[in-house]
């Protein structure tokens, strides 16, 4: 399949489970060289402690008490010269490129899963030897201590698991801390023993029983040297424990570390057979010695009476020589147990984790491994060690022949690759080199073993099963022209360590491979274990691909499809099967020697066979299900991901709409901002202008209301443009909440005066109403607070003809509500949803606005985390409802607010200047216009570079600086002016832009305030006032002029006002208030009164002003 598949999160556990070398110590997988941190002595010390196994004297032990002296030294040191000699080019590939026996098989001729088979020979191999070398410590702890022998062999069998579990590190550090003590005790007995005096006459003259009797010999020569030489070279597969040693082997990178790593090699790998051979030669003496002494031929060749009898020659103490005899004995015992169990769990690990995929941890195999030797020591294998031996030499010898032939030979001709392929990716299933070797040269040897080529090839069929594979293994390599050991190519990858896509740990590149399933590098051991790709990398290098293609090329068609048919399968899995356990029945019955036992064995033959065909149907049925149920899924799975490629297109094609879109948004935002500057700066005259006017008292009555209209329009505007500004904001995701503590009342009092004129104009009653105490300080975005009330109440006002529009706010729980109610036209059920939208209507809307204040409304709301809803009825009016978190906080100093039209004072101090640097004439003409009549000097510049050349001259006490300006902009005059001299004078933004134009956070603050045009000239004074530090008192007007033709206000109007107010009438209260020039102070009194409908406080405040006016003027 093309598109690459996601590793489940399962999966990737279990991947990441099993990878964990902790104790996993690289079993499977290529060395990596983090692991390889020890120095080539240690390594080489851990493989040759495990050389001093006793079973080597056992060894030439039982084949001198048989065959004599000068056969049992032929034997060995021939053996050990073909142990040396195929040992060589072993340990040489398995050091050079860090993997075990199992991945060098695997590499070597053999395959993917044809290395199975010899996974399945070594390990036997280490749990047979394992058996022998428990047994022989499970005896000695019973002569030197009395323990029974079972128990003596589940101790010696469970003794080594600790010391196993952690691999080579504790394996290491018990074989250095115990080699120098295991050396003294081995030379020891042996030096004495010289020194004593004993004669080698003894042994060199030797006869052994089975080879001669009392008429002379039983055998020929070359008879009883090819049966002494079989036991000897059963230890072949020995090399395979030392390879899984030598793989960590350091990396030589200088000559020195060459020349060590070199010596290390010999020294550890084939150099193994140089002290086997020695302790094969020692145990050939101790046994004749033993033989002197008059011990029974039955335990002669016990390692442990042996060398018990050696020192109680020479040590006369009884006691001490057998604490010594025992000490040695299980040191020895355990120095090789550690590495029989520590192959054994690798060599079961690769046979079980290839055939299912599945890993469950080498300390799993290493349990299962001491298992099965324990089981072969209670059944006795002991005692039959040299038939065992016999036996199992022909299978490893044809298969370490096999391998020695690939890397000696079919390497250097060029038959195979040079390098050693382990990983799964890269490896046909089965190459016919290694196993054709190994079947051929296996099946020749047992052939000539039962006697088929005569007697002398039947006594040398170990020699027999170790030349053929090695001349078969050239032939099949030249026959298939190599073709079967690499089916892809290695990928190109980088070097340096790699991230696999499943377990997420990093090896080195050796270990790691493309996975075109997953699209992604992957490591060996998760290629290994991943059932589910289907080898989608090598679909022809799979067996069955193998042999179906070879058929084809071979066989006609009908005969072809027969090959492959259902009952084809069955008969030859069912003669398979059975002929496995014939030939266990034939030898059971060659080596009983007994006739009575052929019937019951013909019993159990056909009885199998029976067993055999319903398990092999079962098994071809139950095979056919789960291939018709995988095709079946792997349709579906083409399936889904064909609809998974369908959503990935339209995805990307959502992705690319959706970035235009945000380009749009983007480029709509700066339109936006900067047709926001280019508006606000005019209009920041229009009102600037309108405020002056509307505040001077030498303004007609007349010409008032139209000044106030002009600002009313001003503010409108003003608020178009920042709704504006909002909208694009909130869609870009930039809009900033400014969290403040805010005076609750008065905010609400100061929108209410907004709307008393629109309500005044349009004969509208407006109410307020508190539902409950209200907090006097809340913690909120004024701003946007007043932005949202102002929005519903100026909706209400616009779609209200008659009648009222109620406010009311109530606080509870730190929640505030506030409901905005009118009785105007109301809004039909079909336009309840589109009134939050953008420039949308009502459809029965008389009066249009922007479109854009509800929008807005429900924006904010949401970003303040709020809720806002609403519920109408067409022709009587809506009711909005606002919910709002406002958390309550504590009381601040009242600050004293500017009074309009009030004439401030003269402060105190010197006259401050102030510099108003922009680009606008107007705006400076309106600067200079209003701060001077506030006690202020200006100076005015046009732009930053005339601003630079005046401060030369002068030295202001505040700035008001524009952005926008040509040539340099008012963000860097400002770093100019905290540059040189000015960083602590403050500095007001007075600019069209928003806050945001400001790229970036400076190191140095650069200004004090900012303040977006159009402003309110009164809070840009108190702002000002409030930098400068500058305290002003407000002259009120007089309320008792001396003059009475200065009074404006009669006392017949303020009777009426009393009057109006005992009545309650609030609408025509409140436009007799807004027509009478009363002072600032007592009209805004009387508003907040008005508000909360207290014509109490109205009457008193009336009678107050009008005692303080009237009586005075008489």
């Known amino acids: 399949m093309i598109t690459a598949f996601q590793a489940t999160r399962e999966r990737r556990l279990y991947s990441r489970w099993v990878a964990n070398e902790t104790m996993e110590d690289f079993a499977l997988r290529f060395t990596a060289r983090r692991a390889r941190r020890w120095t080539a002595g240690r390594v080489a010390n851990a493989a040759l402690g495990s050389i001093s196994f006793l079973a080597l004297e056992a060894i030439g032990a039982a084949i001198t008490l048989n065959w004599g002296f000068e056969i049992a030294l032929q034997a060995i040191l021939w053996g050990g010269l073909i142990l040396f000699l195929t040992g060589m080019p072993i340990s040489y590939y398995a050091a050079r490129y860090g993997v075990d026996i199992d991945l060098l098989t695997r590499g070597a001729g053999f395959g993917y899963f044809g290395s199975t088979i010899t996974s399945l020979i070594y390990a036997s191999f280490t749990f047979i030897f394992f058996a022998l070398e428990a047994a022989i410590l499970g005896m000695a702890l019973n002569l030197l201590l009395g323990i029974p022998l079972s128990i003596g062999y589940l101790i010696s069998a469970v003794a080594v698991i600790p010391l196993v579990v952690n691999g080579f590190s504790k394996i290491s550090a018990f074989q250095a801390?115990?080699?120098?003590?295991?050396?003294?005790?081995?030379?020891?007995?042996?030096?004495?023993?010289?020194?004593?005096?004993?004669?080698?006459?003894?042994?060199?003259?030797?006869?052994?029983?089975?080879?001669?009797?009392?008429?002379?010999?039983?055998?020929?020569?070359?008879?009883?040297?090819?049966?002494?030489?079989?036991?000897?070279?059963?230890?072949?597969?020995?090399?395979?424990?030392?390879?899984?040693?030598?793989?960590?082997?350091?990396?030589?990178?200088?000559?020195?570390?060459?020349?060590?790593?070199?010596?290390?090699?010999?020294?550890?790998?084939?150099?193994?057979?140089?002290?086997?051979?020695?302790?094969?030669?020692?145990?050939?003496?101790?046994?004749t010695l033993a033989q002197s002494e008059g011990i029974d031929f039955s335990h002669a060749i016990d390692p442990t009476l042996l060398y018990h009898n050696a020192y109680s020659q020479v040590i006369p103490w009884p006691g001490i020589a057998l604490l010594l005899t025992g000490l040695f004995v299980i040191l020895s015992q355990l120095k090789i147990n550690v590495t029989n169990a520590y192959a054994g769990s690798i060599a079961w690990s690769n046979f079980f984790s290839r055939i299912t995929h599945a890993h469950p941890g080498r300390v799993v195999w290493l349990f299962f491994n001491v298992a099965i030797a324990l089981l072969l020591m209670e059944l006795g294998v002991f005692a039959a060690l040299e038939a065992t031996l016999s036996v199992y030499a022909h299978v490893a010898l044809a298969w370490i022949g096999a391998l020695f032939a690939d890397l000696a030979i079919n390497k250097p001709l060029g038959l195979s690759p040079k390098g050693i392929e382990f990983r799964r990716a890269h490896l046909y299933d089965v190459n016919p080199v290694g196993i054709g070797a190994v079947f051929g040269g296996t099946l020749i040897a047992l052939l000539a073993h039962v006697g088929t080529f005569g007697a002398d090839p039947s006594a040398l069929s170990a020699f027999v099963a170790l030349g053929a594979a090695i001349v078969i293994a050239p032939l099949i390599a030249w026959g298939t022209q190599g073709r079967y050991y690499l089916a892809r190519p290695s990928a190109e990858l980088p070097s340096g360590l790699i991230t696999c896509c499943l377990c997420d740990y990093r090896f080195d590149p050796e270990d790691m491979t493309h996975c075109p399933f997953y699209a992604a590098p992957i490591c060996s051991l998760c290629c290994s274990l991943n059932a589910s790709c289907g080898d989608v990398c090598k679909p022809h290098a799979k067996l069955g691909q193998m042999t179906r293609s070879r058929a084809q090329e071979m066989l006609p068609t009908r005969l072809e499809h027969l090959l492959h048919g259902r009952l084809t399968q069955f008969l030859i899995g069912t003669t398979i099967m059975t002929g496995g356990v014939a030939t266990l029945l034939w030898m059971i019955r060659r080596t009983a020697n007994e006739p009575r036992l052929d019937p019951l064995l013909a019993v159990i033959l056909a009885s199998t066979m029976v067993a055999s065909g319903v398990a092999i149907w079962l098994f071809l049925l139950t095979r056919e299900a789960r291939l018709a149920a995988q095709r079946d899924t792997e349709r579906q799975t083409e399936r889904l991901l064909r609809e998974i490629r369908a959503h990935e297109r339209t995805d990307r094609a959502l992705q690319e709409a959706k970035e235009k879109a945000e380009a749009a948004n983007l480029a709509k935002s700066r339109y936006m901002a900067g047709l926001s500057h280019e508006l606000r700066t005019p209009l920041n005259a229009i009102y600037g202008y309108a405020q002056l006017m509307d505040a001077d008292a030498a303004m007609p009555l007349g010409r008032r209301e139209a000044v106030r209209a002009i600002r009313r329009s001003s503010e409108h505007l003003a608020g178009l443009i920042e709704g504006l500004l909002d909208i694009s904001k909130i869609e870009a995701g930039r809009l900033e909440l400014n969290r403040t503590r805010v005076q609750l009342p008065d905010l609400l009092r100061q929108i209410t005066d907004i709307f008393q004129e629109t309500a005044r104009e349009r004969r509208l009653d407006f109410v307020i109403e508190r539902m409950g105490a209200l907090p006097e300080w809340v913690l909120v975005d004024e701003k946007r607070l007043r932005q949202i009330v102002i929005n519903l109440l100026a909706n209400a006002f616009r779609y209200t003809d008659h009648g009222q529009v109620k406010l009311r706010i109530g606080w509870r729980n730190q929640v505030a509500t506030i409901e905005v109610e009118d009785t105007g036209i109301g809004i039909a059920p079909e336009d309840m949803e589109r009134i939050w939208k953008p420039f949308e209507r009502g459809t029965n809307m008389t009066r249009h606005g922007s479109g854009l204040g509800l929008t807005i409304t429900k924006l904010l709301v949401d970003i303040l985390g709020g809720e806002v809803s609403v519920t109408s009825t067409p022709g009587k009016g809506s009711l909005f409802r606002l919910k709002m978190y406002l958390a309550e906080t504590r009381n601040v100093p009242a600050q004293t607010n500017p009074i309009e039209n009030a004439s401030p004072e003269p402060y105190d101090g010197r006259l401050r200047l102030l510099m108003v640097v922009d680009d606008d004439p107007t705006h400076l003409a309106l600067m200079e216009s209003y701060l001077r009549p506030q006690g202020f000097n200006t100076m005015l510049s046009g732009n930053a570079e005339t601003a630079m050349q005046a401060l030369d001259d002068a030295t202001p006490d505040l700035f008001l600086i524009d952005i926008d300006m040509p040539g340099m902009s008012g963000w860097d005059f400002l770093q100019w002016l905290r540059s040189n001299g000015h960083a602590a004078t403050p500095v007001i933004v007075l600019s069209g832009h928003a806050r945001e134009a400001q790229s970036g956070a400076p190191e140095i603050p650069l200004h004090d305030a900012f303040i977006a045009k159009p402003c309110i000239l009164d809070d840009l004074r108190a702002r000002i006032d409030s930098l400068l530090k500058i305290e002003r008192r407000p002259v009120l007007p007089d309320l008792a002029p001396a003059d009475q033709a200065e009074v404006q206000v009669t006392s017949a109007q303020i009777d009426k006002l009393r009057y109006l107010a005992e009545l309650g009438r609030i609408r025509e209260l409140r436009e007799g208030i807004s027509q009478l020039p009363l002072p600032v102070s007592l009209t805004r009194h009387l508003g907040d009164a008005l508000q909360e409908v207290d014509f109490e406080r109205i009457v008193d405040a009336l009678d107050d002003y009008a005692r303080a006016v009237f009586q005075d003027a008489d």
Not at 267 to 275: H, S, T
């Open 177 to 287: 801390l115990t080699q120098p003590l295991w050396i003294v005790l081995h030379v020891l007995p042996f030096l004495l023993l010289a020194f004593s005096g004993y004669d080698l006459d003894p042994w060199t003259s030797y006869q052994g029983k089975a080879f001669h009797g009392a008429a002379g010999p039983l055998v020929t020569p070359t008879m009883a040297f090819g049966a002494a030489s079989g036991v000897v070279l059963a230890l072949i597969a020995q090399i395979g424990e030392q390879v899984d040693y030598l793989r960590f082997l350091p990396e030589p990178k200088t000559r020195a570390e060459r020349r060590r790593w070199w010596i290390a090699l010999i020294a550890a790998g084939p150099g193994w057979v140089i002290i086997g051979t020695l302790k094969m030669l020692a145990g050939s003496w101790l046994v």
